[in-house]
């Protein structure tokens, strides 16, 4: 297949959203946790959970992304699945880029175990081996252990991208699918995730607990709804009608987290899947989707997922040089240098890594992202 043609089958604006969902994770991670607790330490306890879930569940958005357009030419007929060259394909694009990155963050966990400041008892507690880099360049991580934080979802992840040899022989076709069966799949998918979180919950919270944050391969039973709604979406076209059910369903669904935690996910799952069926069938959202801009960040959304974490490390052990507490200096200097900063690690790991093992791409010859002004809209 030609380069353009590949270019033409992408869907830029679903680029975009990626753009959307990258930047609400590095909110999450740079700002929510001091909103949250000002919220919560004034008397706003539900409000401050929900702003510390919502832009985390950006997640959530990628997940049921990654079920869309991994699935969608195959489940459509479009493309012959062939397990050896899908698995190759799905290493080569993901693995080197995250070996990079894992060199990267080994080196930053490194440095600050070396030369430790006051931050070290604040906001940093992985020691750096040659073991635990070696385990964390299996990408599977059963201990919890990370050089950085991020990394848990990118393994969630990888046993979806393990599970679709087996998901394609036994999904549904588009010809076979209609609201009934849709319906009684998703719901069935809600119930087995709902039970084994309890289950695993009560019985084995070493593998997975909902009440403690356990960043470790148990918490794909957190998500398959979301990948589950992705997968229907890329095997079927879904109407706007069918859009606003799903975001009042997963409305409904996020809200209940204030009585019943594990739904959360789905909830979301439903939100961000009701969303990019109002995206497939709003030529205005496409438009906003598809600037120039939103695509440049999209396309390098994995780097900037995957260093991002490892960067504030870094910056905010080199604040704490010249700061002595967690106060307004230490979070302005560590938020403005920390996220521009990001961003440029981002670009040097795309340029020279990820963009090698990608298709499709329209900005990869853009390093800055003002290089885009002269784009015409995808």
Not at 122 to 139: C, E, H
Not at 248 to 261: D, P, R, S
Request: with cysteine.
């Amino acid at each position: 297949m030609s380069a353009s043609a590949e270019k033409q089958q992408r869907f830029h604006f679903i680029d975009g959203m990626r753009a959307i969902a990258c930047m609400m994770v590095i909110l999450h991670h740079a700002v929510s946790a001091n909103v949250a607790r000002f919220l919560m330490s004034h008397g706003f306890i539900k409000f401050g959970e929900f702003f510390w879930n919502l832009p985390g569940s950006g997640v959530d958005l990628f997940f049921v992304i990654s079920g869309l357009v991994l699935l969608r030419p195959y489940l459509r007929n479009e493309r012959k699945f062939d397990t050896l060259i899908y698995l190759k394909k799905r290493f080569i694009r993901i693995y080197p880029t995250y070996f990079a990155a894992l060199l990267f963050g080994a080196a930053v966990i490194w440095y600050i175990n070396t030369f430790p400041t006051w931050y070290n008892e604040k906001g940093i507690y992985v020691i750096f081996s040659v073991r635990t880099t070696l385990m964390q360049a299996l990408l599977f991580n059963v201990d919890g252990i990370y050089y950085n934080l991020a990394w848990w979802s990118v393994q969630v992840e990888a046993v979806f991208y393990l599970l679709v040899p087996l998901l394609i022989v036994f999904f549904p076709r588009s010809d076979k699918l209609n609201n009934s069966k849709i319906l009684m799949i998703i719901i069935g998918c809600m119930i087995a995730s709902l039970g084994l979180q309890l289950l695993l919950d009560r019985y084995f919270p070493i593998l997975y607990s909902y009440h403690d944050i356990v960043l470790n391969m148990g918490r794909i039973i957190d998500y398959p709804v979301c990948f589950l709604l992705g997968m229907f979406l890329a095997a079927h076209d879904f109407s706007k009608k069918h859009a606003y059910q799903m975001l009042v369903v997963g409305t409904i669904l996020v809200l209940m987290q204030w009585i019943y935690k594990p739904a959360i996910h789905t909830g979301y799952g439903f939100v961000y899947a009701g969303l990019v069926i109002l995206s497939f069938n709003t030529k205005s959202i496409q438009r906003f989707l598809s600037k120039p801009l939103l695509i440049w960040i999209g396309e390098r959304s994995y780097s900037l997922f995957l260093v991002h974490f490892s960067v504030f490390y870094l910056v905010n052990n080199l604040t704490a040089r010249i700061t002595t507490h967690r106060g307004f200096e230490y979070a302005l200097i560590t938020r403005g240098v920390g996220i521009p900063l990001s961003f440029i690690a981002a670009m040097l790991l795309f340029h020279f890594v990820e963009r090698k093992f990608a298709r499709g791409l329209i900005t990869d010859d853009m390093f800055w992202p003002w290089q885009t002004s002269k784009m015409k809209k995808a």
